[in-house]
């Protein structure tokens, strides 16, 4: 069987899918129903995500801490210099997508295209993602919210700094805040590392369902590293299909 391209391969994997979610539509069970996700993981105790944001460059009292939609954060957050990539930065890399989204994408930080454009996303890496949104889910990029752990392009492409993801991670929570997801994907090593707080290597813990401050994170590989490792797409077709069934209430 000759090998199939990247939108060749999201086809067949996307046509299964839907068969199989319209089986499960015929059975009276709807895409994406409103609640549907165990709200258990969202106890109001853990929901906080805001806890551990307070300090010198993120008061209680600041604007982007008080902001009460993402408009009001962008506004905050203006030509930040919190930390030494405002240098470096052709644009601030905010986030895009539906400010009420049910499921976030959450990456690293911008690379060269999205720190040219001004979008998360955007590139090659962002053209699969894209497909694995429409092509594979069925939804459109709109449908969700994409942003990264950094907003500002680190040199070279290195990875962030401690004291730059100390510096910008706070804005990331406040999205999280107020965006207020159902489920968080996140991609890559980098960005699962700093959302979960740990070393484990992202060969370990994608694929299994973890929890960001009650919210419930599938870990996957970031789509750089597919474009590099094409045969690694099968995996996170498995963890992409486990946050749809999530979606669609399957897991319970
Ligand atoms: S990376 Fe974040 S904290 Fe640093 S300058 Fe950019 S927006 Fe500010």
Known sequence: MPELNDAEELGVLATSLRRHLQRQERAGIRFFPKGDVKKETMAASDRNVLTGTE????TDSSAAYQATNLEELRDAIGDCRRCKLWSGRTHLVFGVGNPRAKLMFVGEGPGRDEDLQGEPFVGRAGQLLTDIITKGMGLKREDVYICNVIKCRPPDNRNPEPDEVASCEPFLKKQVDLVKPEIIVGLGKFAVQTLLQTKAPITRIRGNWHSYHGIKLMPTLHPAYLLRN?????????DIKKVMKEMHGENT
């Open 230 to 238: 094409p045969a690694d797409k099968k995996l996170v077709w498995e």
């Open 55 to 58: 300090g010198d460059l993120f």
